[in-house]
């Protein structure tokens, strides 16, 4: 029996998951997901794209390792193969809640992890009645959303199943929680309702902490998290032009994420996930802004040959040369001073305010490549690949 990656499109995560399962002498099977026509009937069931018959592939899975990206596909995959008795990393039970930034913080909630303060009222922004007329709940929104959280400390409005830091607005005034309400139309990023948050008066950088448990062993935290960093947008997403940096996790916060994995993972015997966490610094800031900002620009124009590399296309065709020529572009870029100039100062004031970290999402299949793996040290597809091995055993 072998473990399949079903995955969408062929990206760099997924030939670097080919690639690591090589290393490791695992022999990987490939289900191109959306390619494929699924069918139940009383004869059976079929799997085929147009070109190849996928039984036999389905036949010999024991391990869907699941690399959909858009989280309903996810979904329907851990399902699906769920149904045809195969074991899914992630299972569709952890798809399910981290699919909803909110059932992730419930979890996480009733836990006692610690969470920023989230208000759901579970009306749309605008509603239609049977005469076809709009109602606009806009303003009761906005007053209830208020009565919790405080405008001057800011109101994050998000959506609720959104990824890369889309439809996540910041309202400072009355004026723009309503703009931003009525933004929030229910869609596939947003089903239903309006999330809101306290703002975290994080600094300039956000984290992203890696968990993960094979069966029959303990949960794992990776003791270097990915901060992604930078004064450009209250949303510190590398999606939008951040920078990225080691950072060194202390004790207390590598046992906390440890028992949010457990926490979301339970019911599964092996998981993994990439915890979004922020810590709400406030003031306890250990250098000034002006000198920070300095380095922060150095470190931006030493990044400038690792983008070049991340962009070029001959990754397509030689993913081997592509990966060698971004690990030493990196490697220079992770050598610099302003790098471990920036580095020391988000270490130092991880250190300093480890007891004010909230966690914020769980991304049930991270991207780790380019990013994750370059800056942590941690090849997110060994655990990966270990996990699903657990599970055969
Ligand atoms: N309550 C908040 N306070 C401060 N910043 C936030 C808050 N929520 C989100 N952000 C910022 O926006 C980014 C994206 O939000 P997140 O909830 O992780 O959604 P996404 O799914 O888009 O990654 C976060 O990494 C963080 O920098
Ligand atoms: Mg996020």
């Known amino acids: 029996m072998s473990i399949a990656l079903l995955y969408e499109r062929s990206e760099n995560d997924e030939a670097g998951i080919k690639q690591t399962a090589q290393q490791l002498g695992i022999d990987l099977k490939f289900i191109p997901f959306r390619k494929i026509a699924i069918t139940i009937s009383k004869d059976g069931f079929n799997a085929k794209t147009k070109g190849k018959d996928y039984l036999e592939t389905f036949n010999q899975t024991a391990v869907v390792l699941n690399r959909a990206q858009s989280k309903n596909r996810r979904l329907q995959a851990s399902y699906i193969m769920e149904m045809l008795d195969k074991k899914t990393i992630n299972t569709s039970q952890v798809e399910f809640t981290c699919y909803s930034k909110l059932r992730t913080l419930l979890k996480l909630w009733k836990t006692g992890l610690p969470v920023p303060k989230t208000v759901f009222v579970p009306c749309d922004a605008s509603d239609f009645m049977k005469n076809h007329k709009e109602i606009h709940n806009e303003t009761?929104?906005?007053?209830?959303?208020?009565?919790?959280?405080?405008?001057?400390?800011?109101?994050?409005?998000?959506?609720?199943?959104?990824?890369?830091?889309?439809?996540?607005?910041?309202?400072?005034?009355?004026?723009?929680?309503?703009?931003?309400?009525?933004?929030?139309k229910p869609n596939i990023i947003n089903p239903i309702g309006v999330v809101a948050q306290e703002l975290i008066k994080k600094w300039f950088y956000d984290l992203r902490i890696i968990v993960y448990k094979e069966k029959g062993k303990q949960p794992f935290c990776h003791n270097k998290a990915l901060a992604r960093a930078g004064f450009k947008d209250f949303r510190t997403n590398t999606f939008l032009g951040n920078l990225v940096f080691e950072a060194k996790l202390p004790q207390n916060v590598i046992n906390l994420a440890s028992k949010c994995g457990d926490t979301l993972g339970k019911g599964s015997d092996a998981w993994i996930f990439a915890l979004d966490a922020m810590i709400n610094v406030v003031d306890n800031k250990q250098i000034d802004e002006a000198s920070l900002k300095t380095q922060l620009d150095l470190a931006a124009q030493a990044y400038i040959p690792v983008q070049k590399v991340k962009a070029d296309e001959t990754r397509l065709t030689d993913f081997l040369a592509w990966n060698n020529r971004l690990e030493q572009t990196f490697n220079t870029y992770a050598n610099s001073n302003s790098y471990q100039k920036v580095k020391s100062v988000i270490d130092e004031n991880i250190e300093s305010n480890e007891n004010a970290l909230v966690f914020h999402e769980a991304n049930s299949c991270p991207e780790f490549w380019e990013n994750t793996r370059l800056v942590t040290g941690l090849n997110v597809a060994i655990p990966l690949l270990k996990a699903a091995q657990s599970l055969i055993g």
């Open 140 to 184: 009761d929104i906005a007053d209830l959303f208020q009565t919790e959280i405080s405008l001057d400390a800011g109101i994050v409005i998000k959506a609720d199943a959104g990824t890369h830091g889309k439809m996540i607005m910041l309202s400072k005034t009355r004026e723009e929680l309503l703009t931003n309400i009525k933004e929030t």
